[in-house]
């Protein structure tokens, strides 16, 4: 199994986001998370990569349990992470956004990571060294989500890669998730806008209220998942 989540409680103070979540997603899955605001996706996805603590539960990542181990190391470990909202650094250029992603690689594995994105796409290139604060919503999150590709991860984590995006820009972003998955990447994802995200997705968790309340084959999710959009 690529990733084992297992018994997983995520506390803020008093409240609790996460309670006893388990899932898993084996080598070559694209798995979708979907559910209504506040059901416990991002801090699902931010439990993995190790940005928020978990109470209670375990994460294993390739057969190692990863638990006690912080963001980075997880990064380094395999993990590419896509947050919510499409953040960038703005005054940062464009070039040196998306190799943030990869800082850990030597200048060779960079270029090449740089290259074959902007190949992917054109607009890295022809922005490069334009401030990343200046480009569109969707141009934003086409930076984000090359940040998170950049290290070539095992594991690419997208939390809502389509939010507040025309559906050009959706159609583009789904592009791209689609060439990550032809390299084998496994992905876990969470969108609310759960009819483009089902088209990408193998198998899917509905959460709600902190829990999981359904799993299944994308046919077997496809109208709970649509049902949960409209909350
Ligand atoms: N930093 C935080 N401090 C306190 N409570 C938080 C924090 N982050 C999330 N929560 C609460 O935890 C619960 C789960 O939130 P979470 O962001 O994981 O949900 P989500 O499914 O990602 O929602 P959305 O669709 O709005 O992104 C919600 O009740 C939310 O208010
Ligand atoms: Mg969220």
């Known amino acids: 199994m690529m990733l084992a989540v297992q018994n997983l409680e ?32 991002s801090s699902l996805i931010n439990a993995v990569i190790g940005l928020a603590g978990a109470s209670r539960g375990t994460v294993r990542f390739a057969g190692r349990d990863i638990s006690a181990l912080a963001c980075d190391g997880r990064a380094r470990a395999g993990m590419g992470y896509s947050p919510e909202g499409r953040r960038v650094f703005p005054t940062m250029s464009v070039a040196d ?35 990343a604060g200046q480009l569109s919503g969707g141009q934003q999150q086409i930076v984000a989500l090359a940040r998170a590709m950049s290290s070539f991860p095992k594991l690419l984590l997208l939390d809502e890669p389509f ?26 994802m969470t969108e609310q806008m759960a009819r483009p995200a089902l088209k990408l997705a193998t ?29």
């Open 10 to 41: 995520v506390r803020y103070g008093g409240i609790t986001a996460l309670r006893g979540v388990s899932i898993e997603v084996a080598e070559g899955e694209t798995v979708l998370l979907v559910g209504a605001n506040g059901a416990g996706k």
């Open 203 to 231: 198998r899917g968790y509905v959460m709600r209220g902190g829990e999981i309340r359904r799993s299944g084959s994308v046919a077997e999710i496809r109208d709970v998942a649509l049902a949960e959009e409209y909350l």
């Open 163 to 188: 939010l507040g995006l025309a559906p050009v820009w959706i159609a583009r972003i789904s592009e791209a998730i689609r060439h990550m998955q032809a390299r084998g990447t496994t992905i876990l």
């Open 97 to 131: 956004n998306v190799l943030s992603g990869a800082c850990g690689r030597g200048s060779a594995a960079q270029r090449e990571a740089l290259d074959w994105l902007c190949g992917l796409f054109p607009m890295l290139r022809e922005r490069a060294s334009q401030p």
